[in-house]
């Protein structure tokens, strides 16, 4: 060590920075996103930011990252007043952010999205010297990446690892992370927010993170922000504070619907049977690698697994979306085919994630997206072909009732309904006959706690009513709720299937990560 | 030994590819280089046979096949600029602006080459690399124009540029995710533009060896597709400019097949032979859609990936 500082090296020294915000205010028209919010995060915290989606955590991050320019309040650095007109500016001041979506380059390799990343890139880029300057920042970082991969070839814990490195490399020291571990399993998840707990407890870095798992706020953060509908509406120091109290500061006076009871069956025959499927991705490589599995009458079997290995292929599968390289499928012991014919004759019926883009025609009305299912069926449709709008409406009329979806007419383009109103409108398409059985993907997917409760409540209605229910969802809180048995998906597998009660998060984790 | 027919052929398709390959390499180059950075000009074609027609204009009236290079180089950059800028604008298809691209460009060759289909503009002179061979055949395949050796190097310095440069990973960058080139603070806009007026200003030399040196004189049907081929042997070549030099010499051989047959006597199936290098690019794109690996290899941002 010696005594007179050098040049700063990047990441050497303990330069952690601290961020006040005060009196925050970002207005779109007459809608107030964000309402006054003020923060104050000391160097070296981890701050978490709790919210249902809308409540202005990512309005809020925008403003402080230049994306926005508030209507009013300011930023501190270090109590040092400073304006942040562009991400650029955000930059320099040493405040990165990880954004949800990979922002790497697929086919360029780790040491080039490092190298190609930094303002100062040479013009001519001397590998050798980079290759070993690379190497000593490694050297001082705990996350080990190959660098010499393309970006496409590492997993997803990988990628978000060389996300956070990337940020390292560029010499920031205030790091916002948008949910980082949606797309991890609970192990890579453990490991990346211990090692970035870790740096912030040595003086290295200041985090904020969006979140809303509860248990990941517990185990890592140091103080929590809970914002609601735009506004402040607590927070304090972890310790201080339980899951419950912090629950009840996001969702506020909101009245949720009760968690509906399980009814016992004593016998069940099998309703669903998945016989050795196969099935290819867009590459032609395998996704769907001989997956089999039975799922009994009244009975709802949640598919746990990390996002890509395959549970969206195998729902495609059996949604007729993708085509089935081998294996069969069998309903009350009779074989189906993903037709539209056996989808009426075997009362199949299905809410497919993202259901705007997988189960409705965007631009076309309410009314007639509802009638999917029975357009070419009377009162609707006569000779089979010969619709009459008449009886579409009405019948669309009385779902929209039903099923509480918000809509300014039954003749308004779908899209135009917000992502909780198109989940339930297509519930209504789904749910409002008799079903035998019922697939599900991430039906919850971005949704708030009031959506969220009811969305869940009508898939264990169909299930005491005696419907087979196959749950794919990447939130393992949500599988872990709804699901008498939890099978894990790995690498297009099942690698693991166990009643719900005798297994728990952490041996189906293991499974996620493909132990 | 060098009355054996198959030699003969075999000597006759050598010098064919490196001939023939010359104007598919630079057309490949270009489109290679404007794929990379995302998008698609399927207007190269016009591109080639407008530079052709500059470049043998040009010669003609100055004197100086090089000045014709050059002017062939001109013609691919105006064309190329401009398909650069319509995709600019928002909303418009590049796939749509290539095709009209394409018809303006061999539109406005045929409007103003009417001229100079009779006279004889001065040719590009060849490098005869082949006479300590001692066989005369050989010798006369193995003169070598020196736009060939231009191509190869302008091959190797784009492989090595697209791995070892700024620039050439930021084309990479942009090719793969405007967002993420976005987020690196580059103009996405300006980078495809930049790409397509050098992949235009590569097909325009590319045109000016139809006219200037192989077959060597400028006439309507110069140029018979070789534009729209070279699209199909970029994805052949998994987007890598060295693979494109090798594709070029593939097709070049196979645009051979037939001369070189005739000229040992076999006149059945001329036409058919002459065919080889449509039948070709039909077999590769079956070939490659067939495997997945070509489209792994695609910039993602390219329209026919997404």
Redesign the interface.
């Known amino acids: 060590m010696s005594a007179v500082p050098k040049r700063p090296e990047p990441n050497l020294g303990k330069r952690a920075i601290a961020l006040t915000v005060t009196g925050m205010t970002k207005r779109f028209g007459s809608f107030t996103a964000l309402d006054h919010v003020s923060i104050d995060i000391p160097a070296g915290q981890f701050h978490v930011l709790l919210g249902e989606n809308g409540a202005g955590k990512s309005t809020l991050v925008k403003c402080i990252m230049g994306f926005y320019q508030p209507d009013e309040g300011a930023l501190a650095v270090d109590g040092r007043d400073v304006a942040v007109r562009n ?2 500016d955000a930059r320099a001041l040493g405040i990165g952010m990880v954004y949800q ?1 990979f ?6 390799t780790g040491a ?1 999205n490092l ?3 930094r ?1 100062d ?5 001397d ?1 050798k010297k980079e290759k070993a300057r690379l190497a000593a920042f490694m050297d001082r970082m705990p996350f080990k990446v190959p660098l010499d991969k393309p970006v496409s070839a590492l997993a997803a814990g990988e990628k978000q690892k060389l996300e956070i490195l990337k940020l390292l490399y560029l010499d920031q020291h205030f790091l916002i992370l948008d949910e980082p571990t949606s797309v991890l399993t609970p192990d890579e998840a453990d490991e990346i927010l211990g090692l970035l707990r870790g740096m912030t407890q040595r003086g290295e870095l200041t985090i904020v993170m969006i979140s809303h798992k509860f248990r990941e706020v517990m185990a890592f953060g140091d103080a929590v922000t809970v914002l609601r509908r735009g506004a402040h509406v607590g927070g304090g120091l972890v310790k201080d504070l339980t899951p419950d109290a912090m629950a009840r500061l996001m969702i506020g006076d909101t009245v949720i619907r009760e968690r509906a009871a399980r009814t016992a069956f004593a016998s069940r025959p099998t309703m669903l049977e998945l016989a050795g499927l196969f099935a290819d991705d867009d ?3 395998p996704a769907v690698d001989g997956v089999s599995l039975k799922i009994s009458a009244g009975e709802i079997v949640g598919i746990a697994g990390v996002s890509g290995n395959g549970q969206a292929a195998l729902v495609e599968a059996l949604a007729g979306q993708r085509p089935l390289r081998d294996g069969r499928i069998f309903i009350k012991d009779k074989p189906f085919e993903p037709v539209r014919k056996d989808f009426d004759r075997f009362k199949v019926f299905g809410l497919p994630e993202e259901p705007l883009k997988n189960a409705t025609a965007p631009r076309m009305s309410v009314a007639e997206n509802m009638a999917f299912r029975a357009f070419d069926k009377p009162p609707i449709a006569k000779f089979g072909w010969w619709l009459s709008p008449g009886p579409m409406r009405a019948r669309a009329a009385e779902l929209i009732a039903a099923y509480k979806v918000k809509t300014t007419s039954p003749d308004a383009p779908i899209e135009t309904l917000s992502g909780g109103n198109v989940q339930r409108a297509v519930l209504a398409r789904e749910l409002s006959g008799d079903v035998d059985v019922l697939i599900v993907a991430n039906p919850c997917f971005g949704l708030d706690f009031a959506s969220v409760a009811e969305i869940r409540a009508q898939i264990m209605d169909q299930r005491n009513r005696g419907a087979a229910v196959l749950l794919v969802s990447e939130d393992l809180d949500e599988i872990l709720e709804l699901s008498d048995r939890v099978a894990v998906m790995s690498e297009g597998k099942i690698t693991y299937v166990a009643p719900v009660a005798e297994t728990d998060r952490t041996t189906i984790g293991h499974h996620m990560a493909g132990h | 030994m060098s009355h054996d027919p198959l030699i003969i052929v075999l000597i006759a398709m050598i010098g064919g590819a490196i001939r023939v390959s010359t104007p598919f390499m630079f057309v490949a180059l270009g489109e290679c280089l404007t794929e990379k950075s995302g998008r698609i000009n399927l207007g190269l074609e016009g591109t080639l046979v407008l530079g052709a027609m500059l470049a043998y204009a040009t010669a003609y009236q100055t004197g100086s096949p090089w000045l014709g290079i050059l002017a062939g180089g001109a013609a691919g950059v105006f064309l190329g600029s401009l398909h650069g800028y319509l995709c600019k604008l928002p909303k418009v298809n590049d796939i749509a602006v290539g095709i009209a691209m394409m018809s303006f460009g061999i539109g406005l060759a045929f409007f103003f080459g009417k001229p100079y289909i009779q006279p004889q503009a001065p040719r590009l002179p060849a490098i005869p690399l082949g006479g300590w061979t001692g066989v005369p055949q050989l010798a006369e395949a193995l003169q070598i124009n020196p736009l060939f050796l231009v191509g190869i190097a302008a091959a190797i310095v784009m492989a090595w540029a697209f791995a070892n440069t700024k620039w050439g990973l930021i084309i990479r960058t942009t090719g793969d995710s405007a967002a993420a080139a976005r987020a690196m603070g580059v103009s996405v806009d300006w980078v495809r533009y930049l790409a397509t007026t050098i992949g235009g200003f590569l097909a325009g030399v590319g045109g000016s060896f139809l006219s200037l040196s192989y077959p060597g004189s400028w006439n309507e049907g110069l140029s018979s597709g070789q534009g729209l081929m070279a699209v199909a042997l970029v994805i052949f070549a998994r987007w890598s400019p060295i693979r494109c030099v090798m594709a070029a010499l593939l097709f070049g051989a196979a645009g051979a097949l037939g001369p070189s047959l005739q000229s040992v006597g076999i006149t059945q199936g001329y036409y058919l032979f002459n065919a080889a290098p449509y039948i070709l690019t039909l077999l590769i794109l079956i070939a490659s859609s067939g495997s997945q690996q070509a489209f792994r290899a695609a910039p993602g941002e390219l329209s026919i990936t997404k």
């Open positions: 991400p650029r979506q922002t790497l380059v697929p086919s360029l080039e190298v190609i990343s303002a890139a040479p013009s001519i880029i590998w590459a032609g490589r």
